[in-house]
């Protein structure tokens, strides 16, 4: 089975671990340039469609997490994810522009802290992608 995201890198897709339970979204958003003439009436030129995905994961170890993480750090990078809308699993690929990590993304580490590593036994990860 095709995972839910997966992250382009060397030329492959490296699959991440399941979304929490509701802990997946993606909206089509339309870009717009919009004016008005000189009647007043209000002109709108579409310019492109793009996809904002939000994903979460709850209880991901540290592993994980610093997977994600590193797979999501570049400016840039190609996506493998499962659209909502169409229920059909689409490709963003670098070479097209690919997505990148928006603001706002969220770790939250709980459980006993380990000194000896600097590590918490599980972690929750919410972080937003933005296609370019």
Not at 77 to 105: H, K, L, P
Not at 106 to 117: E, L, P, V
Request: charged residues 20%; glycine residues 10%; hydrophobic residues 40%.
């Amino acid at each position: 089975m095709t995972a839910v995201l997966a992250i382009e890198s060397g030329g492959s897709y490296i699959d991440l671990p399941t979304p929490a339970y509701t802990g997946y979204s993606n909206v089509i958003e339309e870009l717009t340039r919009a004016d008005r003439n000189i009647n007043g009436f209000l002109i709108k030129e579409h310019v492109a469609w793009k996809q904002t995905i939000e994903v979460e994961w709850k209880a991901i170890t540290a592993g994980e997490k610093n997977l994600i993480l590193s797979l999501t750090s570049a400016n840039s990078f190609g996506i493998r994810f499962f659209d909502m809308m169409t229920e059909t699993v689409q490709y963003i690929s670098a070479a097209a522009g690919g997505v990148y990590r928006g603001t706002g993304m969220k770790i939250k580490g709980y459980g006993k802290f380990d000194s000896t590593n600097n590590t918490f036994p599980y972690y929750d990860l919410s972080i937003s992608l933005i296609e370019r």
